[in-house]
């Protein structure tokens, strides 16, 4: 991609991330299905939801199993349907094992890189805690949606600060921050200095976190993501690989 982390999969791990222009970083959800997209499918005598996707500037096929246990395959420009269906079906032994784990995360939520039970109290479940924390459920929402409502909450006091903090102590000034739902960046960096961050950094060890936040502050500096950019991110965040592997491990846990 021209700026931003490309998230690269082995084959076997079914999803390789195109890239997206612009001084960001890219989450592997890609854009959202677009309504209308889906279709249920029988394949191998399984019954699976895909949402089909074409992009444009996809350079292969992505596969990315949704919380729901549906599929978002994405086409490139070049490609054609019945591909897609073969590259599903050369992958349904990944999709099975990522249905498997999305169904076993409904029941749970990640927060600060532990994967965390959800416990919930009355009956009707009235509150739902997780860890230390604990919030009320609302009227209409399950025990996740209340759970992650909870986190945004946190993030949208905790990441400025943080960001603030490390700001101050690399001998940047931060314009503006905000908190955001963005679907395909982890953050962003605008030209005029204002900072959007992705409230999912919660969800991660403080150490990925800040490595997120230290690559944003670094547009502060270089817009760009070639030699000098990256050279600045190695001499403030020696382990900043570390945090890349734990990204491409862990993405299919993030709410």
């Known amino acids: 991609m021209a700026a931003g982390l490309t998230k690269r999969r ?9 890239g997206t222009a612009g001084d960001q970083m890219s989450l ?10 889906a279709r249920t499918l029988t394949v191998a005598r399984r019954a699976i939801t895909v949402h ?6 996809a350079r292969r096929y992505i ?7 549906a599929v978002r395959l994405t086409v490139p420009g070049f490609g054609t349907r019945a591909e897609a269906l073969a590259f599903l079906r050369r992958q349904l032994r990944w999709v099975d094992l990522q249905r498997y784990t999305a169904a076993r995360n409904a029941a749970s939520v990640l927060f600060r890189g532990e994967l965390l ?3 919930t109290e009355g009956i009707p479940a009235r509150d739902v805690s ?7 459920i609302r009227d209409g929402e399950s025990a996740r949606q209340a759970a992650v409502r909870h986190l945004k909450s946190l993030a949208a006091r905790e990441l400025p600060e943080r960001l603030r903090a490390l700001a101050g102590r690399l001998g940047f000034r931060v314009k503006r ?3 955001r739902g963005q679907q395909t960046r982890w953050g962003s960096c605008s030209a005029s200095g204002a900072i959007a ?3 999912r950094l919660i969800q991660m060890p403080d150490s990925v976190g800040d490595y997120l936040l230290i690559h944003e502050l670094m547009h502060l500096r270089v817009r760009s993501h070639g030699r000098r950019f990256w050279a600045l991110v190695e001499h403030a965040c020696p382990d900043h690989r570390h945090a890349r592997r734990w990204l491409k491990a862990h993405e299919s846990e993030l709410a």
Not at 28 to 37: D, Q
Not at 63 to 69: A, N
Not at 130 to 136: I, K, L, N, P, Q
């Open 52 to 57: 089909f996707v074409r992009h444009r500037r």
């Open 10 to 18: 082995t084959p076997s791990n079914a999803a390789k991330t195109a």
């Open 63 to 69: 596969l990315r199993v949704l919380p729901d246990g």
């Open 197 to 199: 961050l992705n409230w």
């Open 117 to 119: 039970m959800l416990r």
């Open 130 to 136: 997780f860890g230390t924390e604990s919030t009320r």
């Open 28 to 37: 592997p959800l890609g854009k959202p299905p677009a309504a209308g997209s």
């Open 177 to 179: 921050v905000t908190v």
